[in-house]
């Protein structure tokens, strides 16, 4: 059991905790395709306390390394890209929208996952393993996740209609990859 704590290890203490977030991000996905958006929605929040867990390990631990560094952006976009904007494809525009509203919600989902994808790669070019600034530069998919969330939970209970679900997608895309400082927890 000595991989579990050896930095160099690809299945390291830290990086099982990423598969669990990976994982909880599949398992949601395939929920959103059965419309149950509940289920799917639990699982992404525990994928998202795997998150924070996988991150404070790597650093008490010093198991940070730069396949971690990869994983757990790819465990990222996953979790808080693609499964936050297929859900609200599928529970709010596919519902609410048709023809040319339904396609211009493709082409704001197309833009929320380009967004968060590009802030991904560009936080792993600048960033080194097992380093942690006090302030992102843009607002972390994490938090943009959440946010979703929100939105979402607006248009559920008929607050936010779907136009308004798409603005507040492209607000967000857009906070991705902006100048906003967010403190690191």
């Given amino acids: 059991m000595k991989f579990l704590w050896n930095p160099s290890s690809h299945f390291n203490l830290a990086n099982l905790f990423t598969f669990v977030n990976i994982t ?8 959103i395709t059965q419309n149950n958006f509940t289920l799917a929605i639990i699982l992404a929040w525990i994928g998202g306390a795997f998150d924070i867990f996988d991150g404070k390990i790597a650093r008490k631990y010093n ?5 971690g560094v990869q994983l757990d952006s790819f465990a990222d976009f996953l979790s808080f890209v693609l499964v936050p904007v297929f859900l609200i494809f599928q529970a709010s525009y596919v519902t609410q929208l048709s023809g040319i509203g339904l396609l211009f919600a493709a082409i704001v989902s197309i833009y ?6 590009r ?9 080194d393993a097992g380093a942690v600034d006090k302030y992102f530069t843009g607002v972390p998919t994490p938090l943009g996740a959440i946010l979703l969330w929100l939105v979402y939970l607006l248009n559920a209970y ?11 997608m492209l607000l967000i895309g857009w906070s991705l990859n902006s100048t906003i400082k967010v403190r690191h927890p």
Avoid: C, K, Q
């Fill in 24 to 31: 909880a991000g599949l398992i949601a996905t395939y929920f």
């Fill in 63 to 67: 198991l940070s390394n730069e396949f």
């Fill in 112 to 117: 929320y996952v380009i967004s968060g994808l």
């Fill in 119 to 127: 802030r991904l790669i560009h936080f792993n070019l600048h960033t």
């Fill in 158 to 168: 008929s607050i936010v209609p779907a136009v308004g679900v798409m603005f507040f």
